[in-house]
């Protein structure tokens, strides 16, 4: 199995490391767009998630009248994945249940992650099956970080997100790892979120009823990517001060405080019969200017 693969087409080049088939490199005619993982500072480029998403309360998962130990976004992003097909612009990688998933999480499954570079943007694919004869319950999602500033040369401070919709509804946050009870009035003027430090003093903005699927990050003067999704929540997060911003299509997110039942119960999740297969898809196009209102 190989460790790391890369892909290219036109200006676009992405690369891929088999640990949770994650991306961890995307240029743009020769730009890196994606936060190099400083340890010191935040060790993942761009970690899938999956089977949840966020904090379980006490990181157990209960079924069937037992309990299962399951920390924060589950173990995908920390388990190896299968490369079942390469070209000179896409890649599939595998993960099927074993032992050793049963023992955290008690369901079979098959999950395809597929990447294309396809029209200029790296296009994301997500398979995921029920091979078993129990339903399947389950949540998933990507956490990119992207480098902020995007440029060396455009300012921190001028950057924002332009949603495709305004975004009036408002905002969750995280209280001791699971979902806040109170909302907040959302931090978006209009389609617009000036992005600074302040904003992720209380950790992520959690958009658990966007209007939007698709939003542009940069700066006016500037590069910028443009991503869209077919995942219904939405999370921004930073570490205050740190060099990247992580823009994460979610289906699901932590648990409610207050929350500690029957995971199928679980705000989020989705339920795939036997037999049953479900597919999510987002792309990430890299753009050489901002572009103007």
């Known amino acids: 199995m190989s460790d790391t693969v890369t892909i290219e087409s036109g200006g676009?080049?992405?690369?891929?490391?088999?640990?949770?088939?994650?991306?961890?490199s995307l240029t743009h005619d020769g730009a890196e767009r994606i936060w190099q993982a400083d340890p010191a500072v935040w060790g993942w480029h761009a970690p899938n998630l999956f089977p949840i998403v966020g904090a379980l309360a006490g990181d157990k998962l209960h079924h069937k009248g037992?309990?299962?130990?399951?920390?924060?976004?589950?173990?995908l992003r920390h388990t190896p994945c299968a490369l079942v097909a390469h070209e000179a612009d896409r890649c599939t990688w595998r993960l099927d249940d074993t032992a050793a998933t049963r023992a955290v999480y008690?369901?079979?499954?098959?999950?395809?992650?597929?990447y294309a570079l396809e029209d200029e943007a790296l296009v994301g694919r997500w398979t995921l099956a029920n091979p078993g004869d129990e339903p399947l319950v389950a949540s998933l999602g990507i956490h990119?970080?992207?480098?902020?500033p995007l440029d060396a040369g455009v300012a921190r401070e001028a950057h924002r997100l332009v949603f495709e919709s305004?975004?009036?509804?408002?905002?969750?946050?995280?209280?001791?790892?699971?979902?806040?009870?109170?909302?907040?009035?959302?931090?978006?003027?209009?389609?617009t979120l000036m992005l600074h430090d302040g904003l992720f003093d209380a950790d992520?903005?959690?958009?658990?009823?966007?209007?939007?699927?698709?939003?542009?990050?940069?700066?006016?003067?500037?590069?910028?990517i443009a991503m869209d999704w077919d995942f219904p929540h939405l999370g921004i997060w930073t570490k205050p001060g740190a060099p990247y911003l992580c823009i994460e299509p979610w289906q699901g997110h932590?648990?409610?405080?207050?929350?500690?039942?029957?995971?199928?119960?679980?705000?989020?999740?989705?339920?795939?019969?036997?037999?049953?297969?479900?597919?999510?898809?987002?792309r990430i196009r890299p753009l050489a200017r901002f572009p103007e209102d």
């Open 204 to 224: 992520a903005v959690i958009m658990d009823q966007p209007a939007s699927r698709a939003v542009v990050f940069g700066a006016p003067g500037g590069p910028a």
């Open 66 to 75: 037992e309990s299962y130990s399951l920390p924060s976004h589950g173990f």
């Open 106 to 114: 008690p369901f079979r499954f098959t999950l395809e992650i597929a």
């Open 144 to 148: 990119p970080a992207f480098r902020w």
């Open 12 to 24: 676009i080049k992405a690369r891929f490391r088999a640990q949770g088939a994650e991306l961890i």
């Open 166 to 191: 305004d975004e009036p509804r408002p905002i969750r946050r995280i209280a001791g790892k699971l979902i806040a009870p109170e909302v907040e009035p959302t931090p978006v003027q209009g389609r």
């Open 254 to 282: 932590a648990s409610p405080a207050g929350f500690d039942g029957e995971f199928s119960d679980k705000p989020g999740t989705v339920t795939l019969a036997p037999g049953e297969c479900r597919q999510w898809q987002y």
